[in-house]
């Protein structure tokens, strides 16, 4: 374990760059809840921010949940100066990441649109039914979208190197598929009590190893750990 030192950006220890893969980063109170009253934000920290932000410029794409944009008020990616200058020098551009939504119904909420447009990923019935016609659309699956093939799918279109935000719905999913090769977790210093978030398909048959990367300690409290296949 190591302690960051007050003023040292956690990412500046040994985030970057992104496997090629799919890379997952949550957030858990000490008590195993992923949000407080429907929300990840309440359980964060300003370190934990800076990671999530730093996470984003590594990445081709981000993969999220339509109930996790909508609780968390998700924007376009926007990235602070010296995430920008990270991106370009793991040459990735000038060009902040889109946000790709995983929806049933095919709605987005209006806060996504902006200076990049996101990429709907959806069902074919979630495609028929749509009313929003501003986006991107990434059809898996016939009446349920089908997670593992819009990440393949991903892939296809040379996102290779995915950031999933969750919510734990879809962390589930991509766990009962067996896709996570990274996960970053950040550990509260707080007890939230039973929140309902988090029903996905089930899980795997056994329980899936991983092996420690890091182990990070900040000056408040919070634990940054790294998981890899």
Same mark, same amino acid.
């Given at each position: ?9 956690? !990412?500046? &220890? ?20 992923? =949000?407080?009253?429907?929300? =990840? ?7 934990? &921010? ?15 949940? =339509?109930?996790?944009?909508?609780? #968390? +008020?998700?924007?376009?990616?926007? @990235? ?11 040459? @990735? +551009? ?10 049933? *119904?095919?709605?987005?909420?209006? *806060?996504? &649109? ?8 959806? *069902?074919?019935?979630?495609?028929? #039914?749509?009313? !929003? ?7 898996? +699956?016939?009446? #349920? ?9 991903? %892939? #296809? %279109? ?6 999933? !935000? ?15 090769? !990274? @996960? ?17 398909? +089930? ?11 890091? @182990? ?14």
């Amino acid at each position: 374990m190591r302690s960051i030192p007050g003023g040292v950006p956690v !990412e500046d &220890f040994g985030y970057r760059p992104a496997p090629d893969g799919l890379r997952a980063n949550m957030i858990f109170s000490a008590d195993g809840a992923a =949000a407080f009253a429907g929300r =990840a934000g309440p359980l964060s920290c300003p370190a934990d &921010f800076q990671l999530l932000l730093a996470l984003r410029a590594y990445a081709d794409v981000v993969l999220v949940g =339509a109930g996790t944009a909508r609780a #968390e +008020g998700y924007g376009p990616v926007r @990235l602070r100066p010296q995430h920008l200058a990270q991106r370009r020098q793991l040459g @990735l +551009g000038d060009t902040p990441p889109p946000i790709a939504v995983v929806s049933r *119904s095919g709605d987005l909420p209006d *806060s996504l &649109f902006g200076s990049r447009t996101p990429i709907l990923v959806t *069902s074919a019935r979630g495609a028929r #039914e749509r009313s !929003e016609t501003r986006c991107d659309v990434l059809v898996a +699956g016939d009446d #349920e979208v089908d997670v593992p093939a819009a990440v393949a799918q991903l %892939r #296809e %279109r040379g996102m290779t190197r995915v950031l999933c !935000e969750g919510g734990p719905t879809l962390l589930d999913q991509l766990v009962a598929a067996d896709l996570v090769d !990274e @996960l970053c977790v950040t550990m509260a210093p707080r007890l939230a009590g039973a929140q309902p978030v988090g029903h996905g398909p +089930g899980a795997p048959t056994s329980p899936t190893p991983l092996r420690l990367g890091r @182990l990070l300690v900040d000056p408040d409290g919070y634990l940054f750990l790294t998981y890899q296949r």
